[in-house]
């Protein structure tokens, strides 16, 4: 079955750029949407954006001037750029597929917690 | 942008009791409603979407409905492993954005 792990640095500094993969196992990224979620500690859940197989990407208007999402066919990974984050980036950081062509998600993976400070 | 406001923040309930949980829309979403629960350290899991479809392998407890502003998702009969924060999550055309609400969380009275 499809599988999703996240991998990235659990520390970014402010004004930098937070990185993060999420690697797809047991099916093809060349199919579905896929999505970056957050969830700051204790708070609730926050869609970043997303990203369809055929290149088009829709992301959070909160987030859209810092956000870039990709995808790596041949490494069978999706990606996350957050740019000039600050200490309200803070979040526990999911990946996620959406089922089939509806906009809800499916499959996440387990997250991966980042803190932004100095 | 849409809200979705949840009610209640809590619910304290007996297992065995029925959960009634709450989801409202800023502006109608039509049938493009899901529901998730999240367990702490986990990731949420998706129970139901298009507002009363349940997902592959969720138990028949669990029912939703609803349509354009108000949704409600049901847990007929709570067992132990159902206390969880649960969010409900809409997707809109215009503007193009997916946002959920701000979780219930059914806890043991």
């Known amino acids: 079955q499809v599988q999703l792990q996240e991998s990235g640095p659990g520390l970014v500094k402010p004004s930098e750029t937070l990185s993060l993969t999420c690697t797809v196992s047991g099916g093809s990224i060349s199919s579905n949407y896929w999505s970056w979620i957050r969830q700051p500690p204790g708070k609730g859940l926050e869609w970043i954006g997303y990203?369809?197989?055929?290149?088009?990407?829709n992301y959070n208007p909160s987030l859209k001037t810092r956000v870039t999402i990709s995808l790596d066919t041949s490494k069978n990974h999706f990606s996350l750029r957050l740019s000039s984050v600050t200490a309200a980036d803070t979040a526990v950081y999911y990946c996620?597929?959406?089922?089939?062509?509806?906009?809800?998600?499916?499959?996440w993976g387990q997250g991966t917690m980042v803190t932004v400070s100095s | 942008e849409i809200v979705l406001t949840q009610s209640p923040a809590t619910l304290s309930l007996s297992p065995g009791e029925r959960a009634t949980l709450s989801c409202r829309a800023s502006q109608s979403v039509g049938s493009y409603l899901a529901w998730y629960q999240q367990k702490p350290g986990q990731a949420p899991r998706l129970l139901i979407y298009?507002?009363?479809t349940r997902a592959t392998g969720i138990p028949a407890r669990f029912s939703g409905s609803g349509s354009g502003t108000d949704f409600t998702l049901t847990i007929s009969s709570l067992e132990p492993e159902d206390f969880a924060v649960y969010y409900c999550?809409?997707?809109?055309?215009?503007?193009?954005?997916?946002?959920f609400g701000g979780g219930t969380e059914v806890e043991i009275k």
């Open positions: 996620a597929r959406h089922l089939g062509g509806y906009h809800v998600f499916d499959i």
């Open positions: 999550q809409q997707r809109s055309n215009w503007p193009p954005a997916l946002t």
């Open positions: 298009d507002a009363s």
């Open positions: 990203f369809y197989y055929s290149g088009s990407t």
